[in-house]
């Protein structure tokens, strides 16, 4: 069975400094990975996801993440954090199937 | 705005109820999908439909059930609540013909308490 793990549960951060949220997951078969950011009193949106290709994949908002199979890593960055980028983030992975399976959620806290 | 409408927003109930849950998709989106956001367990995957069609299902516990109707908006019943229900539920559409390499859009969710 697939799953994700989110390693980091919370992560502060000073604004204007780099971030890494750690996203692993497991599966024996080929992968589709997302990263979802969920503001507060919403909804999850997505920030970028990886189908094949480059392992470099950028997204919204300033956003990047690399796909690394070797280590079943999705691990997403910024290299300069925002108060507005206080969120949580969901990494997610799809099988080719119609079930996304997301990870528990990593709290983004940017302090001033 | 996702285009992704629930309703209600907000519910709340006593133990032993039942509740419905309803989910309008993006307007061509055929796929829904049901998620159940609580602190302790992160986001569940509950469910899925495809154009009316049950097509893959999760954590979903036996006194859950959803459909998708014609019109493909769809609805999750919740029936002898407990306490431990209390969540934020989601849904999310995806206008995907092929699984599983789209985007999902989220609604805002419902929160459900039960008392």
């Known amino acids: 069975a697939q799953s994700v793990t989110q390693l980091d549960s919370q992560v502060p951060v000073f604004e204007e400094a780099p971030v890494e949220l750690r996203c692993n997951y497991s599966?024996?078969?080929?992968?589709?990975l997302f990263w979802y950011v969920q503001y507060p009193n919403q909804g999850l949106q997505l920030l970028l996801k990886?189908?094949?290709?480059?392992?470099l994949v950028k997204g919204i908002n300033g956003f990047e993440a690399e796909f690394n199979k070797s280590q079943t890593s999705f691990h997403l960055r910024k290299p300069s954090v925002h108060i507005s980028d206080t969120a949580e983030y969901f990494c997610?992975?799809?099988?080719?199937?119609?079930?996304?399976?997301f990870g528990t959620g990593t709290r983004l806290k940017v302090l001033a | 705005d996702s285009g992704v409408t629930q309703t209600p927003k907000h519910l709340i109930t006593a133990t032993g109820q039942r509740v419905t849950l309803r989910c309008s998709p993006r307007s061509g989106d055929l796929s829904v999908y049901w998620y159940q956001q609580s602190l302790d367990q992160g986001l569940q995957f509950l469910i899925h439909y495809y154009n009316g069609e049950e097509r893959a299902k999760g954590n979903i516990l036996e006194r859950f059930s959803a459909q998708q109707f014609p019109d493909l908006h769809s609805e999750l019943n919740l029936s002898s609540l407990e306490l431990g229900d209390s969540a934020l539920y989601f849904c999310a559409s995806s206008p995907q013909t092929s699984g599983g390499t789209g985007e999902l859009f989220f609604g805002e969710g419902s929160r459900l308490t039960v008392l």
């Open positions: 997610a992975v799809s099988v080719g199937t119609y079930k996304y399976i």
């Open positions: 990886y189908l094949s290709g480059s392992t």
């Open positions: 599966s024996s078969v080929s992968v589709y």
